[in-house]
């Protein structure tokens, strides 16, 4: 399996910015961003296919979060604008079997240890 590192949270402003990064240590496939607020389950953020070509979002990050990746340097990335205090959570990354996986939790089978994620009101 993939090793996974995630990098980036930290505390913000309602309305500020942050970039998460998910370094792997090898070649990946399709990727995934997903979150856990305290209390509650984890749920899927967004997810991009190997090629970079699709992309899906949640519906509460939908035009306020962009996935990307760099296969080159075997990274994802998470531009996070416009947040809210509903977006604190610990993020994860993951990386899927096949190529792309869109939300289906189960195919993504190598998941990072997560960074944190907190904005303020």
């Known amino acids: 399996q993939v090793q996974l590192v995630e990098s980036g949270g930290g505390l913000v402003h309602t309305g500020g910015s942050l970039r998460l990064s998910c370094a792997a240590s090898g070649r990946t496939l399709g990727m995934g961003w997903f979150r856990q607020a305290p209390g509650k389950e984890r749920e899927f953020v967004a997810a991009i296919s190997w090629s970079g070509g699709t992309a899906l979002y949640s519906d509460s990050v939908k035009g306020r979060f962009t996935i990307s990746r760099d296969n080159a340097k075997n990274t994802v990335y998470l531009e996070m604008n416009s947040l809210k205090p509903e977006d604190t959570a610990v993020y994860y990354c993951?990386?899927?079997?096949?190529?792309?996986?869109?939300?289906?939790?189960?195919?993504?089978?190598?998941w990072g240890q997560g960074t944190q994620v907190t904005v303020s009101s």
């Open positions: 993951a990386a899927a079997t096949v190529l792309y996986a869109g939300a289906n939790t189960g195919a993504y089978k190598s």
